[in-house]
């Protein structure tokens, strides 16, 4: 058992942090405070080949894995929880779900694009009436000649009103249950039957999120991934690859956490000393080292698995999504009860990072779904890699 990154991945790690230091962090707060969405980052992250880590170069990807995606995941996230959306909006969801069951043509055509971040893209599963109920969805996909005709309403999507291609589950055959869902490749714009709009929220904001409506949407046979029927196992596949960048987002934001109270804790003097010296502060940055440290080795067991040809790790997947969550929230947490009022004020990051923590306790399936996967597993119930 290795827990070394090898040469390759250090120099990534290294090269991505320093990026993030650069270009993002000194403008995060900014952003999130007027709802900016950089796309000038999002192409320059593709020009770096961080989008590319789960595609072979034929496609346009740089084919070096999960592990290093993560990796790359964790340190953007560190710099800004907003812009490590565009991982999974680009090739965990929509860019591994063309590479494993795309026709030729369709890998061809969008994945070089999705990987360099000329393409913008995103997924869409969650409707107003299913969200965690995913067979819920109500959204349908009727064949009409060579089209496809989309009716339905699809919301909390990310990159929604910027996206030109949407990964989009629908039934086309609702009495079929499960074995009537079908996934699409959505081109969004200039389809007159394609309505997105903007959604605001509480933070990660400058990620942006809205909702699709889909009024007798067109669109070509072509779209369909693959054959009809599959959709139901693609979205729980496509869950399970973008759960983990997810969780190493979660790694990133609690490290972000780490390092702004160790700073403050040896510049901040109260009662004549730094206030790093008062044990109850001793006692919150002990813990977050531990969790931190702890939830990214969930997080990299679960991508070195993947890297393996474990694509189906759902377990470990889980595992390391809900615990980097939850430390992603503990962590904001302690670092606002370290800074005080400080940290309740926009003058540090410390807000941002409390805002943007909780998420990783919703997204890609709540906190309470992983712990359901997790227990099912445990109890014998319903085991969780098949």
């Known amino acids: 058992m290795d827990f070394a990154l090898s040469e390759e991945l250090l120099i990534l790690r290294d090269s991505v942090r320093k990026f993030a230091e650069k270009e993002i962090a000194p403008f995060a707060d900014k952003w999130d405070e007027e709802h900016h969405w950089p796309r000038e980052i999002i192409r320059k ?46 090739t965990a969801g929509p860019g591994m779900a063309i590479l494993l069951h795309g026709t030729e043509e369709q890998k061809k055509k969008y994945l070089p694009g999705l990987c360099s971040g000329e393409l913008i893209g995103c997924f869409a599963i969650t409707e107003p009436d299913a969200a965690s109920d995913v067979m819920a969805m109500k959204t349908t996909a009727k064949k009409d000649g060579d089209s496809y005709i989309l009716n339905g309403s699809k919301i909390w999507i990310s990159n929604a009103q910027y996206a030109d291609l949407a990964l989009v589950y629908a039934y086309t055959n609702k009495e079929a249950g499960p074995k009537g869902m079908s996934a699409f490749l959505v081109e969004l714009k200039n389809n007159p039957g394609i309505r997105c709009t903007a959604l605001d929220k509480m933070g990660t904001r400058s990620s942006p999120t809205g909702e699709i409506a889909f009024e007798d949407a067109r669109i070509p046979a072509s779209a369909l991934l693959d054959k009809e029927g599959r959709g139901a196992a693609y979205v729980f596949e496509c869950l399970n690859r973008t759960r983990v960048s997810c969780a190493a987002g979660g790694v990133g934001v609690a490290q972000a956490c780490l390092d702004a109270v160790t700073k403050y804790c040896t510049e901040r003097k109260q009662f004549g000393q730094e206030i790093g010296q008062f044990q109850m502060n001793q006692e919150m940055i002990a813990q977050m080292t531990v969790e931190v440290e702890a939830a990214r080795l969930l997080v990299y067991k679960a991508a070195w698995q993947k890297d393996q040809g474990n694509l189906g790790n759902t377990l470990e997947t889980s595992m390391a999504k809900f615990f980097a969550g939850e430390v992603a929230q503990r962590a904001s947490h302690m670092a606002m009860k370290i800074y005080g009022s400080y940290g309740y004020s926009p003058e540090y990051p410390v807000a941002r990072y409390y805002r943007d923590a909780v998420l990783y306790q919703i997204v890609e399936g709540t906190a309470n779904i992983q712990k359901m996967i997790i227990a099912l597993d445990q109890l014998g119930y319903r085991k969780a890699n098949k």
Request: glycine fraction near 16%; proline fraction near 2%; hydrophobic fraction near 50%.
């Open 45 to 90: 992250m593709g020009e770096m080949g961080l989008f590319g880590a789960i595609i072979p170069e034929q496609y346009g990807g740089t084919g070096m894995g999960w592990l290093a995606f993560v990796i790359a995941t964790e340190e953007i996230a560190r710099a800004s929880s907003s812009l490590r959306v565009a991982f999974n909006m680009q």
